[in-house]
């Protein structure tokens, strides 16, 4: 594999959406998924949503990263969504998929198939793990 023209965790999140009827990404750069479905906000979060983190980089440039969203997400007192749990590509080097909470102050760019309103049925299991 070119890690120039692919990314594991797209290649990933690509075969998972496929896998339920859903047309992929245009290219297995995790960044590809920036332009891919409609723009979600943070409290409209679902289980199967995609979740890009550009890392600063556009469309198409590598460098990015890219997981799918388990539906689960951390508020602060306020109520406010501070977090959303992907599930994914552990991060370089590590061979494994794993669940991980990114921080909506990344940048996150959360996208949805526009046809989908639930691509992968209800939340997960909450993974133990409180508001934070």
Do not use: Y
Not at 59 to 75: F, Q, S
Not at 116 to 123: I, Y
């Amino acid at each position: 594999m070119d890690p120039t023209k692919a990314a594991w965790c797209a290649m990933i999140v690509n075969a998972a959406l496929a896998q339920h009827g859903v047309a992929p990404a245009p290219s297995q750069i995790a960044n590809s998924f920036l332009n891919w479905g409609v723009p979600v906000s943070p409290s409209k979060v679902q289980k199967g949503d995609v979740v890009d983190i550009p890392h600063g980089h556009g469309p198409d440039e590598v460098g990015g990263h890219v997981a799918l969203a388990t539906g689960e997400v951390r508020r602060n007192e306020t109520g406010t969504i501070t977090g959303i749990e992907v599930i994914g590509r552990a991060g370089t080097g590590e061979d494994a998929i794993r669940r991980r909470w990114r921080s909506v102050d990344e940048g996150l760019n959360i996208r949805r198939d526009p046809l989908q309103s639930e691509v992968f049925g209800p939340p997960m299991p909450a993974t133990g793990t409180s508001a934070a």
